[in-house]
């Protein structure tokens, strides 16, 4: 299993069960920030922000942004240069459940 980079780009849409694991797995492998592009973006930001908020009895953060009427390549852009020195972002898909 290949952990994810510190700094991930999301191409919306995703399904909310897969969005599930990608959540606990991006906690796993010390992912910082995750910026969603695509459809629905903001709805998604909004959902992974409810998964890592859960009932509040553990700390789970990671940086969450939605970049509507955006690239991939703009996102890139952005988290490069909001988190430089966190190497290159990895810009992912993952399938609707």
Same mark, same amino acid.
């Given at each position: 299993? =290949? ?27 010390? =992912?910082?920030? *995750? ?26 953060? *990671? ?11 703009? =996102? ?22």
């Amino acid at each position: 299993m =290949v952990a994810y980079k510190p700094k991930v780009g999301l191409h919306s849409p995703v399904g909310e069960t897969a969005l599930e694991d990608f959540v606990e797995k991006c906690l796993r492998d010390g =992912v910082v920030s *995750i910026s969603v592009v695509g459809d629905r973006c903001d709805v998604v930001e909004d959902l992974l922000d409810d998964l890592l908020i859960g009932d509040g009895s553990e700390r789970r953060f *990671i940086v969450t942004t939605a970049h509507v009427g955006e690239s991939a390549e703009e =996102v890139v852009e952005f988290v490069w240069t909001w988190m430089p020195p966190e190497g290159d972002p990895e810009v992912i898909s993952i399938r609707r459940s």
